[in-house]
């Protein structure tokens, strides 16, 4: 199941309800950002659902607040000030050759999968 939202706390929330009403056997949970893996874990917690023995959760982005929260958040972690940094140059060189855009490019960039406790089953 795929739920749209805006990756805010709580949209994160809804999201998570929205998925356990509909369905009783999730095992586990990817969120587009930590912020929603963390209300995510938050609101779980509050209905009596322990991550990770009853929900695994995991996270996209490796905010600080995801390895110091209990369980720690396991992650994908994105190159984000690599993106940054190339998005500018895109944007730099096209300025500077006054260029008109000629469509999109796909750019890879390194992730690293971090594990932590609440993708753990102990």
Known sequence: MIINNHRRSEE???AIQTLLKDNNTIGA???ANDTTALSSI???KSIGIRIPEDILVMGFSNEPFSEVVTPSISIVQQPGFFMG???AW????QIAN???HTGFQTI???TDL???DSSVRK
């Open 108 to 110: 890879e960039m390194p």
């Open 90 to 93: 895109l944007l730099i060189e």
């Open 29 to 31: 949970i990817f969120c």
């Open 114 to 116: 971090i594990i932590r």
């Open 85 to 87: 940094k190339k998005a």
């Open 98 to 100: 006054k260029s008109q």
């Open 12 to 14: 994160g929330t809804v």
């Open 42 to 44: 938050i609101y779980l």
